[in-house]
Structures are given as C-alpha cells and as structure tokens.
C-alpha cells in the first residue's frame, strides 16, 4: 500500500475518507464566496469597516450615520451581507456595499 492510498480519519464525522475527498474538501474552502466592500476590498472574518452612508436601522428605531466604525465582522455566506455587532442592537447585517474596509 502507498502513501497515496493512505485514509484519513476525520473526527467531525467519524468516518474515514480517502486523499481525493480530502483535496475535495479543501478546494471547497478555497472557493468560499467573495465578500468585497464598496470600494473592491475583500473583507474576512474578524475585519473593522466603516459606514460609508447613513442607514436607518429597522426594527430598532436607530439610525447610523457614515462613518460610524463596526467592529469584527463576520460573514454569512452570501456575497452581499455581513453580520456584526452594534451596541443596542442584536442581529445587525449589513450590505456590503454600505461598509468600507478599515
């Protein structure tokens, strides 16, 4: 047997999986989707960006104004929308194309 038969045990499932599903798997996490601000940049998990408009917040009777800086982001898998964190309001996602990488 060769090293390139070798099975790997993965622990998340419990099962074993051959090299080719594991060159699989992690082409998959290569081809993530894009998430990019208003001006081209590409934003990651863990970004700072900034308001680059002001946007009323539904449901929270809240407004925020440009330049307003949102702290570690996350993304949600959609190319258009990132979720954060804003004190006072709970669930906030925003479109990508409101924000500015910081």
């Known amino acids: 047997m060769s090293s390139s038969d070798d099975y790997v045990y993965d622990e998340a499932s419990g099962e074993w999986i051959s ?23 590409i934003l990651a998990d863990g970004d700072s960006v900034t308001l680059i408009k002001d946007l009323t917040v539904k449901g929270a009777n809240q407004t925020l104004k440009r330049g307003t800086l949102i ?17 006072g309001i ?3 996602v ?6 500015r990488k910081r």
């Open 19 to 41: 090299p080719q599903d594991v060159q699989a798997q992690a082409q998959g996490l290569s081809d993530a989707v894009e998430v990019r601000d208003a001006v081209g940049n």
């Open 71 to 87: 702290r570690s982001i996350r993304l949600t898998g959609d190319p258009q929308e990132i979720d954060c964190r804003y004190e």
């Open 90 to 92: 709970k669930g906030l």
């Open 94 to 99: 925003l479109r990508a194309e409101f924000v």
